[in-house]
């Protein structure tokens, strides 16, 4: 009788591992609502832009605030969204116009949807103002979309295509240091419109220079400092559209960023 008990147990907690790690699947791709915890940052409206990002004021910034990315109507939904196709980016200065939360983050886990209306649309999104995954139409190589830019391609191309909403979830942790001297890189593990493209990959440095976000001029990129960043967007003059962006603070203390 007590074996009998024991294997239903088994089966029991068997049967709940699988449903929690299928409740945890679903929880990526377009569309998926803000987990317990995290805050919604960007639901589409001009409003919430406002509400709760700023420009980033670089050493390439040349807006004007309040900031200029315009509400438009989803080409999807028929609901809201924002273009990246802020003026003062024109011609591709990154830098110039680019957007990054009030808030500041060391560890999270962040939820991005984007859509890219025309042929070669780019745009990235920056992790804690410094690390790009880059969002760039018509190309996949370490400069291209979905890639952890400069260092690590997309396990599979996951792209639905121009005019379609596309997804990233992304789980964060930030470099780690003691006394002030780095003693770990910052990982990351990301989906892409459902599929895992990257899995608790290490981040070596900023690229892009001084114009690309916190630390890009620090010895070239490579002298991370123990600073928090907000989530950035970037403007290079393309109808890129946002929506649907939220963030949940984390600690990962001894932990992977795999999910």
Do not use: C
């Amino acid at each position: 009788m007590k074996t009998k008990n024991l294997s239903l147990q088994w089966i029991i907690a068997l049967v709940l591992i699988f449903m929690s790690t299928a409740v945890a699947k679903a929880q990526v791709g377009v569309g998926t609502a803000p987990i317990e915890g995290a805050e919604l940052m960007l639901d589409g409206s001009k409003e919430m832009l406002l509400e709760k990002w700023q420009y980033w004021q670089g050493p390439r910034f040349s807006a004007e605030p309040p900031i200029k990315w315009m509400e438009v109507k989803d080409p999807v939904d028929g609901g809201k969204a924002i273009s990246s196709n802020d003026p003062a980016a024109a011609g591709g200065k990154y830098g110039a116009a680019d957007i990054v939360t009030k808030k500041e983050y060391r560890d999270f886990r962040a939820h991005v949807e984007f859509l890219i209306k025309n042929e070669g649309g780019n745009s990235g999104v920056y992790l804690q103002n410094r690390y790009e995954i880059q969002i760039l139409d018509g190309d996949y190589g370490l400069h291209g979309l979905a890639a952890v830019i400069n260092e690590h391609l997309p396990k599979e191309q996951a792209y639905n295509g121009l005019g379609k909403w596309n997804a990233y979830d992304i789980v964060f942790k930030a470099a780690r240091f003691e006394n002030g001297t780095l003693t770990e890189k910052a990982r990351v593990t990301i989906y892409f419109n459902g599929k895992k493209i990257h899995e608790d990959v290490s981040i070596q440095q900023v690229w892009g220079g001084p114009n690309s976000g916190i630390d890009g001029g620090n010895d070239g990129g490579k002298g991370i400092t123990d600073r928090p960043g907000g989530l950035k967007l970037q403007a290079e003059g393309h109808d890129v559209f946002y929506r649907n962006i939220w963030i949940k603070p984390l600690n990962l203390d001894g932990q992977s960023t795999d999910f």
